[in-house]
């Protein structure tokens, strides 16, 4: 199994920046991938950027492109959301996710990792509001 806790969140104002961390125990030398996704109440759960843990393969969403990137830490069992330019429309719960499946990254198709379907463990998630 592995836990995942994410930090970092909070309210900032339209144009600020954030930087969340997610950091992963228990059996972390099979992650596969980590992904950042993001909800608002009563919509579905969307993939916001992805990143191949130790190949450093990134996907990220259309909606946040050019604004925010996802890096891993020197551990490799640490993942980060620096997040720039941020909008109201940011505003979400924000979750780490885990893919300890063990499949490849998809090349040919990258949005794949940004499904929920491609990860089996998650974190409680952390508020950002872009006021």
């Known amino acids: 199994h592995v836990q995942l806790v994410e930090s970092g969140g909070g309210l900032v104002q339209a144009g600020g920046s954030l930087n969340l961390s997610c950091a992963a125990t228990?059996?972390?030398?099979?992650?596969?991938?980590m992904g950042w996704f993001r909800q608002i109440p009563g919509k579905e759960r969307e993939g916001v950027a992805a990143?191949?843990?130790?190949?450093?393969?990134?996907v990220y969403a259309d909606s946040v492109k050019g604004r925010f990137t996802i890096s891993q830490g020197n551990a490799k069992n640490t993942v980060y959301l620096q997040m720039n330019s941020l909008k109201p429309e940011d505003t979400a719960m924000y979750y780490c996710a885990a893919d300890t499946y063990g499949g490849s990254w998809p090349r040919e198709r990258p949005e794949y990792a940004l499904g929920l379907d491609w990860y089996n463990f998650w974190g409680q998630g952390t508020q950002v509001t872009v006021s």
């Open positions: 990143i191949n843990i130790g190949g450093g393969s990134t």
């Open positions: 228990g059996k972390t030398n099979v992650l596969n991938c």
